[in-house]
């Protein structure tokens, strides 16, 4: 606790603009320790629980599969592979609802487990991974389908294989967000974890600094932390206590209250010399990389009114929201909403047949007081609060207004992709405007209309290269008759005008040709493409090329629309 | 088990437009009691008039425009404008002048721009504008305050008064009528009379006329009610004043006997009703932090030229109007830094 008091007064803290204190409603579900869940009978597990190219199945129907094996494979460099969370049999590979704002079911590998949790053959541990080059812990990171835990679930590997120098490493144990506790309870109970895992990555990046960032609000995981990390004795790492404000968990957010820095907009942190894992993904990799466990289990805030018994439990990924539900005392007569995530960037889930994923942190059944209809939206009254919210400084009411408009050009200059999606500004509007679902909209509507523009672009190239390929396929059939034409000239000279009968016919046909020509020219017709190239002709066709090759060589893709 | 889906933040919000208008209403009661004190019955009447006359005809044109009536009413805001109208009249102004106003506030400012968030004009302060260029006798005969007057008028007189009834007998308009501080002020400057000499006149009190300096300091009053309840940012007010003052003081220190003192100016005529209640109406006004600021002190300047130089006594209600013509124009110049957008400045 000495030290705490101590970092408190030694680092100094910076500001971000806006934000909110709202009402933490974290006690709830913090009065029990972690408990495991019980195993499911069945496993849904999606193909994209990332963000990036879904995974591609390893599995069929009928299939046995072992704890721990890869079910599913990372495609491409944005990707994570997927680990089955229990021992059984696939009895689906098959598109089925998944916790995804659009409502839309995807593909997921279904398994009917055995109850035997009978484990692969797991890579072997690595408790010396000091020894470990960069390059192989990256790998059995990747391997091992870690991905952001706080949330984002963008994949860890894909951040720990920056382009430039790194020279602090941020751990977010913020967990700004009201009701989710699951990494205040991570870092209490199993803070030895978190800082091994910190070790790796710390190694593994070769930073100079690394900050563990908590917010004041949780002194028992700071406690606990501390403790931990003054066990392992890591070289120029700190727990820094931060004051509980509404998003400070925000990447950008928290790296600029522990650094004063601010990552340029439209960057990653990576381009301030930073880079931000969530306390999860840390415990995550140490298990990876000391154990040689994949990612298949995490733990889930149970909370609200909702519920019976509110708590945390560890729970298989792939598990559905029902029977966890079930395991935390299931609904109470007051459940009115099912939120994924948390009151502020959760979003509602219309059903509660949908599958854990990795990233997902909690499950709020919120009462009618809890999650109040907050009537029809009236309109914007431009009173600014929503301004004086934001943590990113945007003017969210120009926004919604341009927003509302369609007008995606002025949404666009106003800031719209700086939006984290916060919900501040509609915490805080008087006029209960739905304003992140307009940003959502927004973005989705420029994001169309991106696509569309180079899907025209990519029309527009290919009609052009296909011009320019079949005048360039017409110019060589030209040379080439033209070559023979004064190939059959020379000849007959040479040979003393000796003609056999084939070259006789040829020259007749060439002769009505001639005619025929020297006819419809007389009528004022010249048919296309009789003549060779003329340079101008030429010249045409290699700017055509040119444009071809610059615009394949996407040149033309950085301009916003 | 299935759920109905609902919109993030799923939570309870803390602010609703109807809380934050109840809250004028309710930081308007210290200003209208003194207003009541002071001059009598008749801002009391005018409000019920004109808050029954706004209430009907926005429930009017909403029905003509096919839109859902109640919310619109529930929202509070045509009480609102016709409340703020009715404490910005002389307590006696004839009662079909206060329905005129109303009726251009609410149909044409309002309504025809779209409603509530669309208007570009603040209707209270159109419609003050429109009834002061049409009958600008009615609009200048103001009452004299209570402790110079003495006869006051009951209730009833003063309803018959207000409904064309005429005076009660005995009474003239002469004994209870008087010019305003701010036209007193006006008409002897320009009588070439000396400030010191305006001064030994028993209309004035400590720093503005007798009972209007108290009457601005139960809108004060009003206003920090706002502020604390977060109704209003400091931001509109704070600047309005400051240009206010930051210009009478100038020119009262270049000439103490021809440009009178800052304080005369903050607590005569709609000055504290105008920088706490009418400038900080947020539809008309600037929305951004910093376009707040200039948007405030210019109102305020303004107030200061066309009070001295200009051709009324009082032009709170023309400065606000000019500057939510630009209000829009000072919010494009003056968005703030977007995160991330420039190097950092905490290091
Ligand atoms: S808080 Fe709501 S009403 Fe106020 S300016 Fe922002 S969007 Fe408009
Ligand atoms: S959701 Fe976007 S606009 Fe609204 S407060 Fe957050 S960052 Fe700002």
């Known amino acids: 606790m000495d030290a705490r008091v101590e970092q408190r007064s030694e680092r ?68 994570a592979p997927v680990h089955a969370s229990s021992s059984g049999t696939v009895v689906a590979v098959e598109k089925r609802p998944v916790p995804h704002p659009s409502g839309l079911p995807a593909p997921c590998i279904v398994i009917e487990t055995d109850g035997e949790e009978r484990w692969a053959e797991l890579p072997e541990p690595w408790p010396d991974f000091e020894q470990r080059s960069a390059d192989e812990l990256i790998q059995r990171i990747r391997d091992a389908g870690i991905v952001g835990m706080g949330g984002a679930a963008f994949p860890t590997s894909v951040k720990l294989d920056p382009d430039r120098p790194i020279d602090t490493l941020v751990i977010n144990g913020a967990e700004c967000e009201p009701y989710i506790t699951c990494d205040d309870m991570l870092m209490r109970e199993r803070a030895d974890r978190v800082i091994a895992g910190v070790a790796v990555l710390r190694h593994l990046l070769g930073v100079r600094q690394c900050l563990i960032g908590i917010e004041d609000n949780k002194p028992e995981a700071i406690g606990a932390m501390t403790r931990a990390l003054a066990e392992r004795d890591l070289p120029a790492t700190e727990v820094v206590v931060i004051p509980t404000r509404y998003p400070s968990g925000g990447e950008k957010q928290l790296i600029r209250v522990l650094t004063g820095k601010e990552v340029p907009s439209g960057g990653i942190p990576a381009h301030v ?39 945390n439990l560890e729970v298989a990924v792939g598990s559905l929201a029902s029977e966890l539900i079930g395991q935390a005392g299931g609904y109470s007569a ?101 304003l992140v679902q307009y940003y959502r909209y927004a973005k989705n509507e420029c994001w169309d209309q991106e696509r569309e523009r180079k899907k025209a672009e990519h029309a527009r190239q290919r009609h052009e290269a296909r011009v320019a390929r079949l005048a360039r396929l017409e110019a060589e059939k030209k040379a080439r008759l033209k070559k023979k034409k004064a ?71 950085s301009e916003s629309p | 088990m299935h759920f109905s889906i609902t919109n993030s933040p799923h939570t309870d919000r803390p602010n609703s437009v109807v809380e934050n208008m109840l809250w004028v209403i309710i930081a308007l009661v210290p200003g209208t009691i003194a207003l009541t004190w002071y001059f009598g019955w008749g801002v009391v009447i005018h409000m019920v008039l004109a808050g029954v006359a706004a209430i009907a005809a926005e429930a009017f044109v909403l029905r003509l425009r096919r839109r859902p009536v109640k919310p619109a009413i529930a929202d509070l805001s045509a009480l609102v404008t016709a409340l703020l109208f009715a404490v910005a009249i002389p307590p006696l102004l004839p009662w079909w002048i206060t329905l005129i106003g109303i009726l251009f506030a609410i149909i044409v400012v309002k309504q025809l721009y779209g409603g509530l968030g669309y208007n570009p004009f603040n209707p209270a302060m159109a419609a003050y504008v429109l009834v002061l260029v049409s009958y600008p006798v009615d609009m200048t005969t103001w009452l004299a305050p209570r402790m110079l007057d003495p006869h006051p008028l009951d209730f009833l007189q003063t309803l018959g008064v207000i409904f064309g009834q005429g005076l009660p007998q005995g009474m003239t308009w002469d004994a209870m009528t008087s010019a305003t501080p701010l036209d007193v002020m006006r008409t002897e400057l320009d009588m070439n009379k000396m400030i010191s000499e305006i001064r030994q006149s028993p209309l004035w009190g400590d720093f503005g006329g007798r009972g209007w300096e108290w009457v601005g300091n139960w809108f004060l009053l009003g206003g920090l009610i706002l502020l604390y309840k977060r109704v209003i940012t400091w931001r509109i007010p704070v600047a309005f004043l400051g240009g206010l003052l930051v210009m009478a003081m100038l020119f009262h220190f270049l000439d103490q006997e021809a440009y009178p003192f800052g304080l005369f100016h903050v607590f005569s005529g709609g000055t504290i009703l105008g920088a706490f209640f009418i400038a900080t109406d947020p539809v008309t006004a600037s929305t951004t932090p910093r376009g707040q600021l200039i948007y405030g002190a210019l109102i305020g300047i303004l107030i200061y030229i066309i009070r001295t130089w200009g051709g009324y006594p009082d032009a709170v209600a023309f400065a606000v109007l000019l500057m939510n013509l630009a209000a829009p124009t000072i919010d494009y110049y003056t968005q703030p830094r977007v995160f991330g957008h420039r190097e950092a400045d905490g290091e």
């Not at chain 1, 990799?285 to 909702?306: C, F, H, M, Q, Y």
């Not at chain 1, 060439?510 to 017709?525: N, S, T």
């Not at chain 1, 055509?544 to 033309?556: H, L, N, Y």
């Open chain 1, 334 to 434: 007051r459940a009115s909403h099912l939120i994924l995530g948390g009151p502020m960037m959760g979003f509602a889930l219309p059903d509660d047949g949908v599958p854990i994923t990795k990233a997902a942190n909690c499950l709020l059944a919120a009462s009618e007081r809890e999650d109040p209809d907050p009537g029809p939206a009236l309109a914007c009254i431009r009173c600014g609060r929503c301004a004086e919210a934001c943590p990113v400084t945007l003017l969210p009411q120009q926004m919604y207004w341009y927003a509302k408009a369609k007008d995606l050009e002025k949404v666009q200059e106003y800031n719209l992709f700086d939006c984290i999606e916060c919900g501040c500004c509609a915490y805080v509007c008087p006029s209960h405007i739905p």
């Open chain 1, 487 to 557: 190939a059959l000239k020379k000849k007959p000279d040479a040979a003393g005008g000796a003609a056999d009968p084939k070259k006789a016919a040829i020259e007749a046909a060439m002769k009505r040709a001639a005619e025929k020509k020297a006819k419809l020219a007389q009528e004022g017709v010249t048919p296309a493409n009789t003549e060779a190239l003329t340079e101008a002709q030429q010249r045409q066709i290699e700017q055509a090329e040119a444009r071809r090759k610059e615009a394949s060589d996407g040149k033309q893709t």
């Open chain 1, 273 to 311: 010399g930073i880079v931000c894992h969530n306390v999860g993904t840390a415990a995550a990799v140490a298990d990876a990389v000391l154990e040689g466990k994949p990612l298949i289990s995490r733990i889930v805030t149970l909370t609200g009114e909702g519920i019976a018994a509110p708590c």
């Open chain 1, 12 to 79: 100094r803290l910076y500001r971000f603009h806006g934000g909110l204190h709202l009402p933490d409603n974290k006690h709830q579900s913090t009065g029990q320790p972690v408990r495991p869940a019980a195993l499911p009978t069945l496993l849904v597990l999606p193909l994209s629980q990332h963000i990036g190219a879904p995974a591609k199945p390893l599995v069929a129907p009928g299939d046995s599969v072992l704890k721990g094996q890869m079910i599913a494979a990372a495609q491409g460099a944005v990707s």
